[in-house]
Structure formats: C-alpha cells, structure tokens
C-alpha cells in the first residue's frame, strides 16, 4: 500500500460521546445530554416533537457520564500515544466554553480543560483535529432560540469560534466546522438541534436551518485564516455513495438524483461556494423557499474548505418503487438491501468498496485533499476470562477497508489522514448504547451503567499500532 509519508493515521471522537463530567467545569447542558439512551433513541431523532425535557424516572442518560475522558484523559491519551496516533480527532463541547451559547464572556474552567487536553497530546507529538460542532448544541439556544432554525445562532457561533481560535491559535492547526452537515435532513435533531414541527415541515425547516449553517461554516473558514495562520479548516459530510438497484434506467436516475443531493449538496456550497444549479428543482418540487441575507452568498463565496473530510459506513442503494421488504433495516440513510453486502449487527451494511469509490468520487468532483473522519464497526465484544479481547472481526472490517483506500491512493486520490471512529469504546451517537463497541481500547462500561471504566487494550489495539508503525504496509 501507497500510502503518502506524513500520512495522519489516527482515531475519531466527539466530546458528548466520551467526556462525561456533563455538569462539571461549568459546563451548561447540550443536546447529548437530554437525548435517552438505548434503542429507541434513533426514534426520537428523526421523528418530529422532540420536547428536550429529561425524565430520569424513564430513561438513563449515558451521555451524563460517558466514559469519563473528563478525568481521564492522560492515561487514554498515553494509550492512543502508544498505538503511535498521529493525529486525534475530538470536539470541543460549545456549552463548556460557552454554557448558555448567547453569554458573552466564555467560561474560563471550559477553554483550561482543552489546553490540558491539547498540551497533553502535544507532548506526545499528536496533532489535535478538532470539530468545532458534534451533535451538541447548547441546550439553551434551543429551547430559547429552536437551533439553527434561527439565524441568531449565527452570530452566537461567530463568538464561540474567535474565542476557541484565539485561545488555541499556537495549539490546533486542523479543524472542522459541523459534523456530517448533510444528515441534517435526515436527523434535524442532532445537527441543527430541533425537531422539525412536522413531517410537512422538515425538509424546509431542514434546508433553512443548513443554510445558516453554510454562513456559519463559512465565518469560521474566514475568521480561522485570519486568526491562524497557516490553519487547514474542513468541512465534514456524512457520506454513502448511492448505487442503483439495477440497471433500470428509471433506478440510475433515481439512484443519481437522490446520491447527489444526499451527498454533494452541502458539499458543493462549503467547497465550490455555490448552491448547485441542481437544487434549484428539488426545492421548487418540494415548496422549499430558502430565506437569505444579503451578503450571505459572498460570505459563502469566500468562506470555502481548505480540505473535505467524511464519515464512511455504508453505501446505499436505491431503487425507485421499494415494497417495505425491500427497505434496509439498520440503514440510516434509507434504501433497499444490497444483495451483494453483509451487514453488521446493527443492520448497517459493509462495504469495503464503496469507500474508494467515495474517495474517487469526492476527488473526481472537487480536486481538495480528503480525509476519512470516521469509519469503523460498531460490534459487542467478549471480555475472555484471562481479561483478553480478540476482536478480529474489526481488524478485518479496518483492514478491508483500509485496503480500499490504498486502492484510492493508487487511483490519484489525495488522501491526507485516516482516524477511525471511536478508537476507544464511547457511548453511541444512534443508540446510546455502551454496548455498540468500535474501540481499540475496551472501556469497562454497559449499557445497565455498571462497569469500572477500566480500560485495557484489544486485539486490534496491537494491530492497529502495526498498521500505523508501516505506514499501512502490514495489514
Ligand atoms: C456518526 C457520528 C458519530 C458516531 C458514528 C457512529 O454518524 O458522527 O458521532 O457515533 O456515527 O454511530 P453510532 O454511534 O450511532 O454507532
């Protein structure tokens, strides 16, 4: 495998996922924290009605706790050094800098604890990559405000990233702006942290809501350049390259029409800084009626990505006319099952290949350096009585799908860096469950909230330090 030197091999969180200490350092509540866990959380996400009141009586709050990254954060960081990361991908939780979102003077003890974080990886030589926005907007601005429904929060996002660029100028040369900003359409709750009042109302809610965030987005490209020199500011998609059922003509069309909105709408506007001519008729057929600012266009314009970055997890494959037998499960993002593809405990499909064809197709279109964000399999793993773990099945679905990427390297990709996801067990996003596992390193946590928090070290943990240490050449 060809594999660029400098490559960024390393692994993927978010801090509502893994820091826990949700009322600590001042920290004020986010939408992590109000989101139940166990299954029926992925209900609740794409459903409209959310009410953001917690009933600790009913539900547990995973995210309260997590894994504790809070207090622990050196002996992990001293784990993922071992492994040989290069880079480490996190987020700052806005409402630790920030508790209501709309003060404005930051919170002090919220900026202290990521300088220790920083400092601390620094000392080991790893670069942090930091998303400036995972899934956690501050509660506040969305009981007060309803979330990015509102422009306001614009202007409250401007003040917490020249406060987060200026604090860590000498600290964080990569960043992100919003965490997979096209599943806003799919899940409004998590990115843009409302629940769309109806069905009717979620795809124009929906597409309001991403163009402030494209604004935003764009603010902080700019604001990031002037206040780091030298900064690598990204975007970040979620991205499932969208295959046709068949060879029906009807089903490439669909398959196409659906891909690009899903994939290279908010992809377009953050990297070419346009709308695409293409949404013109999708917002027309769907009575979608985007109010703009004047002069958001231009900020658009001049607030483009240094790089794109992107989750990868499944393809999709889509089909006109789908009977309900046909539709994937575990899909998130829709689609009929792909007869070709297995899919993993959770119902999400693996696919090796659709990752090169996604880093073909990202290049293809926009010429930037790529990195892959997140990618990794979500799985329960047994704990041996002699305390080992023997995960290989992980160490197959990374090594597959690292395979791809070294194909896309020799087909003239420009990848820059790898992290895969949750390189440590944390709670997850979907489901808030402990048990849904993508780590190298085992956190002793479950899903009834026993568990120790002890950490020890996977299979894959060995072997993943391998892979890094040649540079991808043993896989
Ligand atoms: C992405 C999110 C992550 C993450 C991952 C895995 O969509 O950016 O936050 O959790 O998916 O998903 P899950 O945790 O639901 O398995």
């Known amino acids: 495998m060809n594999f660029p030197e400098n490559f960024l091999w390393g692994g993927a ?109 620094h000392k080991y030589g790893i670069e ?80 309001q809501g991403l163009h402030h965030q494209f604004v935003a987005s764009a603010i902080a490209v700019k604001l990031g350049h002037q206040i ?27 398959a196409l029409e659906d891909g690009r909105i899903f994939n290279f709408f908010c992809g377009d506007v953050q990297v070419r800084g346009e709308y695409p001519t293409f949404i013109n008729r999708y917002f027309k057929e769907n009575d979608i009626k985007i109010e703009m600012h004047e002069g958001d266009l231009e900020t658009i314009k001049e607030g483009t990505v240094d790089f794109i970055s992107f989750s990868y997890y499944m393809s999709r494959t889509e089909k006109k006319q789908k009977t309900p037998e046909e539709v994937g499960e575990g899909n998130l993002i829709g689609g009929v099952k792909n007869p070709f593809l297995k899919a993993s405990d959770w119902g999400w499909e693996i696919d090796p290949t659709g990752l090169r064809v996604a880093l073909n197709e990202l290049y293809d279109r926009y010429q930037k350096p790529l990195m892959v964000v997140e990618n990794g399999l979500g799985a329960y793993d047994k704990v041996e009585e002699d305390g080992s773990i023997n995960d290989d099945y992980r160490i197959d679905y990374l090594r597959d799908h690292i395979k791809a990427m070294g194909e ?22 979907s489901s808030g469950e402990y048990s ?33 240490s040649s540079n991808g050449e043993k896989l």
């Open 228 to 254: 780091i020199p030298g900064s690598q500011i990204g975007n970040m998609l979620i991205y499932a390259p969208t295959y046709s059922y068949d060879s029906n003509p009807e089903n490439v069309m669909h």
């Open 436 to 468: 849904k596992r993508y780590g190298f390193i085992y956190v002793d946590k479950h899903d009834d909230g026993s568990g120790t928090l002890e950490r020890s070290r996977k299979k894959s943990f060995y072997w993943y330090k391998d892979v890094i």
């Open 128 to 207: 942090p990559l930091v998303t400036i926005a995972h899934y956690e907007t501050p509660l506040h601005l969305i009981k007060e405000y309803g979330g990015w429904k509102n422009r306001k929060l614009i202007e409250f996002f401007e003040r917490y990233v020249t406060v987060i660029f200026n604090r860590y100028k000498d600290k964080v040369k990569y960043w992100l702006t919003f965490n997979e900003i096209n599943g806003a359409t799919h899940f409004p709750l998590f990115g843009l942290g409302f629940s769309a009042t109806s069905e009717e109302s979620r795809l124009q809610e929906s597409f």
């Open 408 to 429: 896309a390297v020799e087909d003239g990709v420009d990848l820059i860096g790898y992290t895969s996801w949750g390189c440590i067990d944390l709670v997850s996003a």
């Open 13 to 121: 969180t978010a801090a509502n996922q893994l820091e826990g200490a949700s009322q600590e350092g001042g920290k004020g509540l986010n939408l992590a924290d109000v989101l139940p866990g166990g299954k029926s959380r992925l209900k609740l996400l794409s459903q409209p009605g959310f009410d953001f009141e917690m009933d600790t009586e009913k539900f547990t709050y995973p995210n309260h706790e997590a894994i504790d990254f809070y207090h622990r954060y050196k002996e992990d960081i001293a784990l993922f050094a071992e492994m040989g990361f290069k880079v480490f991908r996190m987020s700052i939780a806005w409402s630790r800098i920030f508790p209501n979102g709309d003060e404005l003077e930051p919170n002090e003890e919220g900026l202290a604890f990521y300088d220790r974080v920083f400092d601390e990886l």
